[in-house]
């Protein structure tokens, strides 16, 4: 029977890149009217990981003692793709 055990455990994940679009219209009006239009493309891509460190102790065959430690990080990242911006002034 073993008494001792220790483990040490890595998981690592990486996202797929997604593509998003941004179609954005406003129209103001007063005086003259004005139409802003944007227009972009996104990506966004990422990694987590984790590790796992655990220590077990049987004191007996009914009993044991438990311990473990985690760290995990997660980095994400977005960009922008084209970026176009237009406004149009109707006097």
């Given at each position: ?22 179609n954005d219209q406003q129209t ?61 002034f109707n006097h």
């Amino acid at each position: 029977m073993v008494k001792w055990d220790f483990r040490l455990e890595h998981l690592e994940e990486t996202s797929i890149t997604f593509t998003g679009n941004l179609n954005d219209q406003q129209t103001y009006s007063d005086l003259r009217s004005v139409l802003n239009i944007q227009r972009a493309t996104t990506r966004n891509h990422g990694t987590n990981s984790q590790y796992t460190f655990r220590w077990d102790y049987d004191i007996n065959k009914f009993n044991s003692l438990t311990a473990s430690l985690r760290y995990g990080k997660q980095d994400q990242m977005g960009l922008p793709g084209s970026v176009v911006y237009r406004t149009i002034f109707n006097h």
